[in-house]
């Protein structure tokens, strides 16, 4: 059983649409898949529509990344089968989401104070209708030969957390995004916590407080950690008593990393889904859902 759960689609910075990164998971011989766009919910009925006409068995597991920071630092906490609807959750996505058009203006501006030919039109057209982000940035660096890839921007010269042409938004204090996500029936686990290259990450004590806030889990195998990292993350998870989750952070044809770079053991996936009551794992082409109970 193959669990990927952590991908992106249009809905926020991801290339593929809902309804494709269905079809391109099931090709990619996955059995579950989560739907985690940035803050936001909105590519879930479009997602599950699209399972129906798949040719073989796939679930989909709804959630989102929700951009958080603690103590100045950015970090990602993933949220599972929340009730989508739940008003005070639903209202703080969306005071989120309707900030990253003017960052994304800021961060243009700051690159244009450092030289780089960009323009807002050039971003605006990379992104297309979905919802605009670094990565279309990002993507708009690599068409002008200033960086190599598209993860070759998320640096401290660049796009980084704190880099050069970093902006800020509104964001989620991740102790509240716990109590809300509990609260609309979520699961969380804190996406990639030692993704070094990205900038500054928190330490270990602010995971030890997150975890006695309520914290679920810590996504272990992700291509940002090397071994080391993962091993010294699973032992901390253990000393916590936290879930340990592995995923792709697929975003398409805009990251080289595949559908299932890194997958979730099935007995974690199974108490992922015991734990929520907001919402319930998705079957598609006429499976059942692959909820473990």
């Known amino acids: 059983m193959r669990i990927d759960l952590h991908t992106h689609s249009t809905a926020s910075d991801g290339t593929d649409t809902p309804a494709e990164l269905m079809r391109n998971a099931a090709a990619a011989g996955l059995d579950v898949v989560a739907l985690t766009d940035h803050d936001s919910a909105r590519g879930h009925a479009e997602a599950i529509a699209a399972l129906a006409d798949l040719d073989r068995d796939l679930t989909l597991v709804t959630g989102a990344e929700l951009s958080c920071r603690l103590d100045g630092v950015g970090l990602h906490m993933l949220a599972y089968l929340f009730d989508p609807f739940e008003p005070e959750f639903l209202r703080e996505r969306e005071l989120v989401r309707d900030d ?27 992104a297309g209708d979905a919802s605009l982000g670094r990565p279309h940035i990002a993507t708009a660096l690599v068409e002008l030969g200033v960086v190599a890839t598209v993860s070759d921007a998320f640096t401290s010269e660049w796009l980084g957390n704190g880099g050069r042409a970093y902006a800020e938004k509104h964001e989620f204090d991740p102790f509240e995004a716990i109590r809300l996500v509990k609260a609309a029936g979520g699961v969380t686990v804190f996406a990639h916590p030692q993704a070094v290259k990205r900038g500054a990450v928190v330490p270990d004590s602010a995971v030890e407080r997150l975890a006695a806030a309520g914290l679920d889990g810590i996504e272990v195998d992700h291509t940002d950690h090397d071994a080391p990292t993962r091993a010294r993350l699973r032992g901390q998870a253990a000393d916590l008593g936290l879930l340990v989750t592995g995923s792709s952070d697929y975003h398409g044809s805009r990251k080289s990393v595949e559908l299932g770079a890194c997958t979730t053991d099935p007995e974690i996936y199974g108490e992922i889904t015991r734990r929520a009551s907001g919402a319930f794992p998705v079957p598609g082409a006429g499976g059942r859902a692959q909820g473990l109970s």
């Open 100 to 126: 990253r058009v003017p960052r994304a203006r800021a961060m243009v501006t700051r690159l244009q104070e450092l030289g780089v030919p960009i323009t807002w039109e050039q971003v605006a057209r990379i």
